[in-house]
């Protein structure tokens, strides 16, 4: 089975709302990261949070990571129109096999 | 440094035909790999390189094959097209291990 699998939901947001989703996984993890996908483009890192860590802000975005649940959520504050996109998480295996697994992704539109 | 860059960006074969991705990367990463998209699926790694001269396979590699003799690139070579192999691909490459990933652009790969 797959690591790191998002809440399979889109969300449809206004703008200046928060948007939260999560990610879970079944086998520990080194880090947990998440991407942003716009619409035909590539993916962009946005922040990686290592295993020893709980919180981890950057800008508007806000993960956490519970490794007792084997879960994460991803928050963005503030939500723009720019934040209209795809988002990933992808996992590692503690063990080190240098694979990263993704979810499937969670769709965020934030309507102007 | 233009980062990671893939070629074509578009292409079109018939069933039986054989061809190359190209991926190439400017910024002395030692780990790149190969992923395909599909609807509905995530990410899927299909083979990937901790090194020149150094590969593996991922979670789909049949059909596929790859070879990274220098730093810079690491081509993806489909040996005989197969409809099932309709997909976007994308390339992506790290300093080291699965740290952040920086992603190319992809190819559209369209097999009739």
């Known amino acids: 089975s797959q690591q790191g699998e998002e809440d399979p939901q889109a969300l449809s947001i206004q703008e200046g709302e928060n948007a939260t989703m999560n990610c879970s996984y079944k086998t520990s993890i080194n880090n947990l990261q998440w991407y942003r996908q716009n619409s035909g483009r590539g993916l962009v890192h946005l922040i990686l949070?290592?295993?020893?860590?709980r919180e981890k802000h950057s800008g508007r975005l806000r993960v956490t990571l519970d490794t007792s649940k084997k879960s994460s959520s991803l928050l963005i504050t503030a939500s723009r129109a720019a934040d209209t996109a795809s988002y990933f998480c992808?996992?590692?295996?503690?063990?080190?096999?240098?694979?990263?697994?993704f979810g499937k992704g969670n769709q965020v539109v934030v309507i102007p | 440094n233009a980062g990671v860059t893939q070629t074509p960006k578009f292409q079109v074969l018939k069933t039986g035909q054989s061809m190359t991705l190209q991926c190439a990367q400017d910024?002395?990463?030692?780990?790149m790999s190969w992923y395909r998209q599909d609807p509905g699926m995530g990410l899927r790694l299909i083979h990937y390189s901790v090194g020149a001269g150094i590969t593996d396979q991922g979670e789909v590699p049949n059909g596929y094959n790859v070879s990274r003799s220098t730093t810079e690139d690491f081509p993806l070579r489909l040996l005989s097209a197969a409809p099932s192999q309709t997909s976007v691909y994308f390339c992506?490459?790290?300093?080291?291990?699965?740290?952040?990933?920086?992603f190319g652009p992809g190819t559209r790969l369209t097999v009739l």
């Open positions: 949070i290592r295993s020893n860590e």
């Open positions: 992808a996992t590692d295996k503690s063990y080190g096999n240098n694979r990263l697994a």
């Open positions: 910024m002395n990463h030692e780990y």
């Open positions: 992506a490459s790290s300093y080291q291990g699965v740290d952040e990933q920086f």
